[in-house]
């Protein structure tokens, strides 16, 4: 088995980033963190509890149509045992979107009912969008607000600071730039965050990363490779399965040996855009 890379990336920006979180607290009704439903556990800041507190919170499992449809309803029904406001989406497709403006309604259903024993039904309401690089925050903000006002690039870390866009007469976002944190515990988590490009590919072993990705795609969707690159059977050593997704798609270079590093970049990138089928690469557990 290939060995997990220890990936630390916090550019100094995200420091800063956490303190405006913290700041702007006071101006929002609740949070809004956007995920990635191939790695709902991974692409969840564990900061952000901490600094959100008690706030009215709700998660949105983005990216759906490249998740595994039946692990993303397993993850729906599980943040609702536990209690958390969950809502299914595709920020490129649109798919779901529309349904967020009457879940907000839902999730800050007690407000909005004071508000209106007040005489103040018409109150906007403010909520935060919060999450790490690459989730696909800025295309799903755009998607909701009909727009292309917020900065959309396929790389970590594109969204800088602060800025408030109105969905309608009666709801406002304010988004943030996306925010990793110091040090992943976990090494596994890190691996998961590379495999869907949520760090920059240049600060890590990409051979490796990919020999990894192909580990667990054997293990978990070994359909995926097969129908992709027509392999027959898959090699135990995962350089030698690398391998032999490279010498299916005729990566070979003189003296018959096979481009590994070729092979790697493109079987990262045809994970991440979905051509390997639509996988999840985390199961819920007994905790969120």
């Keep these: 088995m290939a060995d997990m890379q220890n990936i630390q990336w916090f550019p100094g920006h995200m420091a800063k980033t956490r303190r405006k979180i913290s700041e702007s607290l006071k101006l929002v009704d609740a949070v809004v963190e956007i995920v990635d439903s191939r790695i709902p556990v991974s692409s969840r800041n564990p900061d952000l509890s901490e600094l959100i507190g008690d706030k009215p919170r709700m998660i949105v499992l983005n990216k759906c149509d490249l998740s595994d449809s039946a692990m993303t309803k397993r993850w729906c029904e599980y943040y609702k045992k536990s209690g958390i406001s969950?809502?299914?989406?595709?920020?490129?497709?649109?798919?779901?979107?529309?349904?967020?403006?009457?879940?907000?309604?839902?999730?800050?259903?007690?407000?909005?009912?004071?508000?209106?024993?007040k005489g103040m039904a018409n109150k906007k309401l403010r909520v935060m969008v919060v999450g790490i690089p690459n989730v696909g925050k800025s295309s799903w903000i755009n998607k909701l607000c009909a727009s292309n006002r917020a900065k959309v690039e396929d790389r970590p870390g594109v969204t800088r600071g602060n800025q408030w866009y109105t969905v309608d007469a009666q709801l406002e976002l304010l988004d943030t730039p996306g925010v990793l944190w110091p040090k992943f515990e976990d090494p596994t988590t890190g691996e998961h965050l590379?495999?869907?490009?949520?760090?920059?590919?240049?600060?890590?072993?990409?051979?490796?990363?990919?020999?990894?990705?192909?580990?667990?795609?054997?293990?978990?969707?070994?359909e995926s490779l097969t129908l992709r690159y027509k392999l027959k059977e898959f090699p135990e050593d995962a350089y030698d399965l690398l391998c032999a997704i490279g010498r299916a798609r005729g990566m070979v270079v003189r003296g018959g040996?096979?481009?590994?590093?070729?092979?790697?970049?493109?079987?990262?990138?045809?994970?991440?855009?979905?051509?390997?089928?639509?996988?999840?690469?985390?199961?819920?557990?007994?905790a969120v």
């Design 86 to 117: 969950a809502l299914v989406t595709d920020s490129k497709t649109g798919r779901g979107v529309g349904a967020f403006k009457q879940a907000v309604k839902e999730l800050l259903s007690e407000k909005l009912r004071r508000y209106e024993e």
């Design 257 to 286: 040996e096979v481009d590994t590093e070729r092979a790697a970049v493109m079987l990262l990138d045809e994970f991440r855009g979905g051509k390997l089928g639509r996988i999840t690469i985390e199961q819920p557990k007994e």
């Design 194 to 222: 590379a495999f869907c490009g949520a760090v920059k590919d240049k600060i890590m072993d990409r051979e490796l990363l990919s020999m990894r990705l192909a580990e667990y795609l054997k293990d978990n969707y070994p």
